[in-house]
């Protein structure tokens, strides 16, 4: 049996967190920002680990190619999200099926959930997103294409980065409707 634990390493975008449980699955992900070790504490206890094993090794390999701009929708790593409610988890495997560079709008999230009236839910669900950016919450855009919030570090500053690499438009998808 693995062992959890946790990690800070190196991006080209500033170091990021990364945190693994006993059952091989992604307990946590934090993007750069000041204090990340301490973050990283707080949530997921004492460390860094000093042996990462392969599997979250796999998984740092990918996301830091994906921070230098490579096309990879991560969608394949396991998530340790049986603590949070089945509407959060709901929400974040629709973004999750997102592919880079496309993005929808909370309202689309909230229709393909079959809640329309529930676009501010869905955007309190990808504010408590702990697996940033392997669940991309900033491929979620306010109505219009507007930038909409980002509750990582930098904010939407951050948000608006990760889109840059992605590639991707402002502007929702052309088939999309706009709620929020």
């Given at each position: ?22 059952q ?85 999230l ?11 839910a ?59």
């Amino acid at each position: 049996m693995t062992d959890r634990g946790w990690v800070a390493f190196e991006t080209p975008v500033g170091v990021c967190g990364l945190a693994w449980d006993t059952q091989q699955r992604l307990a946590g992900s934090l993007l750069p920002g000041d204090g990340l070790s301490a973050r990283m504490r707080r949530r997921h206890g004492e460390g860094p680990s000093a042996e990462v094993p392969a599997f979250a090794q796999t998984w740092i390999t990918r996301l830091r190619a994906v921070m230098a701009g490579a096309n990879d929708d991560l969608s394949d790593i396991p998530l340790a999200d049986d603590d949070a409610p089945d509407f959060h988890r709901r929400v974040w495997a629709l973004a999750r099926a997102i592919p880079p560079g496309q993005t929808r709008t909370y309202g689309d999230l909230a229709l393909a959930l079959g809640e329309p009236g529930a676009a501010r839910a869905v955007g309190q669900a990808l504010g408590a997103n702990p697996f940033a950016p392997i669940v991309p919450c900033h491929r979620i855009l306010a109505a219009h294409g507007g930038a909409g919030g980002f509750s990582a570090p930098g904010g939407t500053r951050t948000k608006l980065q990760l889109l840059a690499l992605e590639h991707a438009r402002l502007t929702p998808h052309p088939d999309q409707t706009s709620l929020f």
